[in-house]
């Protein structure tokens, strides 16, 4: 099994600029996160999902969308990049039944 | 809402010495408790957790217990090693989102 996967790894762009993220989990989880982590901060949720076709706020979902149109995938989208959203971003998965979240490796996001 | 405190790093030790890593938290009702690390680099990974009051996690020769009384799950190692050098992160688990929040990180660095 990859566990929690995450594409791209690194990616630079300019204000203004769109991007996706994509994350894949191949554990057959219910619930999925997206997170941000920011240096002295630790990670602050995004948005979250608790199934295919649902998508909800997590603290920090200004600026960012998502979606969960297939059960082992879940998009970050950012449509109008700004400074302020350069930062790791984590994605995590966990089942419906155990209280152990697995992230992926993280993708560093620099906005210009 | 749920939020968790972890002492302030920089933490630098030398090799073999005792460590400790203050963490309380704030939450409703008795959340599953975590501490992940994270190597320069990498993402993040679990380290131990414990389920409920009184349970005691341990993981690669760390430790931490669950203090219902204290609201406290401190991490501790006997003797650490410069391998030990990274990012511990403090987490509960909301019971409803079942999602993660965070304590801001403490950095460990261990010297020769």
């Known amino acids: 099994n990859a566990g929690v996967t995450q594409t791209p790894k690194f990616r630079v762009l300019k204000t203004g600029q769109s991007m996706t993220l994509l994350c894949a989990q191949d554990m057959n989880h219910e619930y999925m996160y997206w997170y941000r982590q920011d240096p002295g901060m630790g990670l602050r949720l995004i948005h979250y999902s608790v199934g295919e076709g649902t998508t909800a706020k997590g603290e920090v979902p200004d600026g960012y969308n998502v979606s969960r149109l297939k059960k082992q995938n879940f998009l970050l989208g950012l449509e109008s990049a700004a400074p302020s959203q350069t930062s790791v971003y984590f994605c995590?998965?966990?089942?419906?039944?155990?209280?152990?979240?697995?992230f992926g490796p993280g993708t560093r996001l620099t906005v210009l | 809402g749920n939020s968790v405190t972890q002492m302030e790093g920089p933490v630098t030790l030398s090799e073999e010495a005792f460590l400790t890593i203050n963490c309380t938290y704030t939450?409703?009702?008795?959340?599953?408790l975590f501490w992940y690390v994270q190597y320069p680099g990498e993402g993040l990974q679990l380290l131990l957790k414990?389920?409920?009051?009184?349970d005691k996690g341990s993981n690669k020769g760390f430790e931490a217990t669950y203090r219902k009384e204290t609201t406290s799950f401190h991490l501790e190692k006997g003797s650490v090693q410069v391998s030990d050098s990274a990012v511990y992160f403090c987490?509960?688990?909301?019971?409803?989102?079942?999602?993660?929040?965070f304590g801001s990180g403490t950095r460990l660095q261990v010297q020769p």
């Open positions: 939450a409703t009702g008795y959340p599953s």
């Open positions: 987490a509960l688990l909301d019971t409803g989102r079942r999602a993660l929040t």
């Open positions: 995590a998965s966990i089942a419906g039944v155990g209280d152990t979240q697995y």
């Open positions: 414990a389920t409920k009051a009184d």
